[in-house]
């Protein structure tokens, strides 16, 4: 099965940006949508960003407009850009197809500082 790393998060203050990064061990991003979800303490994990195999976006309303998700295919890893950071983002990021059936990695804990 493919294996997916998330890296990248970090302490960041309100206002801060920060690029994720997911690097796939298989060539899937030809065959599935990919998508970043968040799961921040006391709630249910959320999709926040979603990408289709054609290329086309969507975001969840609370992150639209400063998230961007992206992909690069040959090096098998999909990037969310975060700018305009809010303490509502401190949450643990994932990433996984759209809709999910792959195991989920470690994540990577992202927190926004006020």
């Known amino acids: 099965q493919v294996q997916l790393v998330e890296s990248g998060g970090g302490l960041v203050q309100a206002g801060g940006s920060l690029r994720l990064s997911c690097a796939a061990s298989?060539?899937?991003?030809?065959?599935?949508?990919m998508g970043w979800y968040r799961q921040a303490p006391g709630k249910q994990r959320e999709l926040v960003a979603s990408?289709?195999?054609?290329?086309?976006?969507n975001y969840a309303d609370s992150v639209k407009g400063r998230f961007t998700i992206s992909r690069d295919s040959a090096k098998n890893t999909v990037y969310l850009r975060m700018n305009s950071l809010k303490p509502e983002d401190t949450a643990i990021y994932y990433c996984?197809?759209?809709?999910?059936?792959?195991?989920w990695g470690q994540g990577t804990q992202v927190t926004v500082s006020s």
């Open positions: 996984n197809t759209n809709p999910q059936y792959l195991s």
């Open positions: 298989g060539s899937i991003f030809s065959i599935s949508a």
């Open positions: 990408i289709t195999t054609r290329g086309i976006t």
